[in-house]
């Protein structure tokens, strides 16, 4: 069953904006992950988030974190053309077994040069 | 980085025939490996989760007997689906992970799978 929900489905936007992507979950975690996958192709890991943390950064990306709301988000900043892809978050749940993930929808990112 | 390899990369068969897919792990020994399935626009569904050495753990709704999973060694893990049908294509990812290396999944590139 599918735990996060992302929102919005879909983002256009221009180069050089910065792109905000929303995720909520249902059940407790341990973590939270960030992954970006390029059409037809399998996905890479950005950034993990865990549950004792609320934010973290990585190069233009910037993670939130809050577990009272049991939501996510991921801020793009200065977006570039080749960020073009969906971006799906994904949980690490207390109690799953082997650490396996449970994937949102994702958001479908569009810039545009 | 941990690299994850897949193989084929796309595969077309006929129905009723088998088509097997292989996941390895190319610069690290997976403690376990995982098979997903993605249909067209649509996120990733956890199939199966599988440990070497011993039987995969299927998900709810994930046919055992349809979807064979083995996984032989540390690096090396194949997905075999069984008489498939043409609602069994769809796109088949697996990913691997190492304990030591943290909670971070590694990705195969993929497999498009059609049933003609």
């Known amino acids: 069953s599918q735990q996060g929900e992302e929102d919005p489905q879909a983002l256009s936007i221009q180069e050089g904006e910065n792109a905000t992507m929303n995720c909520s979950y249902k059940?407790?975690?341990?973590?939270l992950q960030w992954y970006r996958q390029n059409s037809g192709r399998g996905l890479v890991h950005l950034i993990l988030i865990r549950s004792n943390e609320r934010e973290k950064h990585s190069g233009r990306l910037r993670v939130t974190l809050d577990t009272s709301k049991k939501s996510s988000s991921l801020l793009i900043t200065a977006s570039r053309a080749a960020d073009t892809a969906s971006y799906f978050c994904a949980t690490d749940s207390y109690g799953g077994s082997q650490g396996n993930l449970i994937f949102g929808k994702g958001t479908k990112l569009s810039v545009k040069p | 980085g941990a690299v994850v390899s897949q193989h084929p990369s796309r595969v077309i068969c006929k129905s009723g025939t088998s088509v097997k897919i292989e996941c390895r792990s190319l610069d690290f020994q997976a403690t376990t490996m995982f098979w997903y399935r993605q249909f067209p626009k649509q996120s990733l569904m956890l199939m199966a989760t599988?440990?070497?050495?011993?039987?995969?753990?299927?998900e709810q709704g994930v046919e055992k007997d349809k979807f064979l999973i083995n996984h032989a060694s540390l690096t090396l893990s194949t997905l075999t689906v069984t008489s498939a049908h043409p609602e069994d294509s769809s796109f088949y990812i697996c990913?691997?992970?190492?304990?030591?290396?943290?909670?971070?999944?590694?990705f195969g590139p993929g497999t498009r799978l059609t049933v003609l």
């Open positions: 599988s440990n070497e050495g011993s039987k995969a753990t299927y």
């Open positions: 990913s691997a992970r190492l304990w030591e290396l943290g909670p971070e999944q590694f």
């Open positions: 059940t407790s975690i341990n973590n």
